[in-house]
Nanobody, 121 residues
Framework: QVQLVESGGGLVQAGGSLRLSCAAS????????MGWYRQAPGKQRDLVAA???????NYADSVKGRFTISRDDAKNTVYLQMNSLKPEDTAVYYC???????????????WGQGTLVTVSS
């Protein structure tokens, strides 16, 4: 079984910064792509940023230049550094990891439980 635990959300004023963390644990042999998604009330869940096992990244246009995704494979953890936050960044942020399960070596996509980020104007 594989679990993702997110942390770092909270309330921040516009222009401020937050750093989200997402740690994977369980029967993990390895992790391929990792990413952060967000879902605002009444809207669909959208990709914010993703990072491959090789370190390639891609970002939603709305966060380019403000957010940075990174990963620490020794800790099975992905981070999202969010700077210059705007009220429209308010959402529940979810991490996702495409894991390789130990023993079976099967690929398994896992989601975290979500962490709320609220940006006040």
């Amino acid at each position: 079984q594989v679990q993702l635990v997110e942390s770092g959300g909270g309330l921040v004023q516009a222009g401020g910064s937050l750093r989200l963390s997402c740690a994977a644990s369980g029967t993990i042999f390895g992790i391929n792509d990792m990413g952060w998604y967000r879902q605002a009330p009444g809207k669909q869940r959208d990709l914010v940023a993703a990072i491959s096992s090789g370190g390639s990244t891609n970002y939603a246009d709305s966060v380019k230049g403000r957010f940075t995704i990174s990963r620490d494979d020794a800790k099975n953890t992905v981070y999202l550094q969010m700077n210059s936050l705007k009220p429209e960044d308010t959402a529940v942020y979810y991490c996702k990891a495409v894991t390789i399960v130990r023993v079976t070596y099967k690929s398994l996509a896992v989601w975290g439980q979500g962490t709320l980020v609220t940006v006040s104007s």
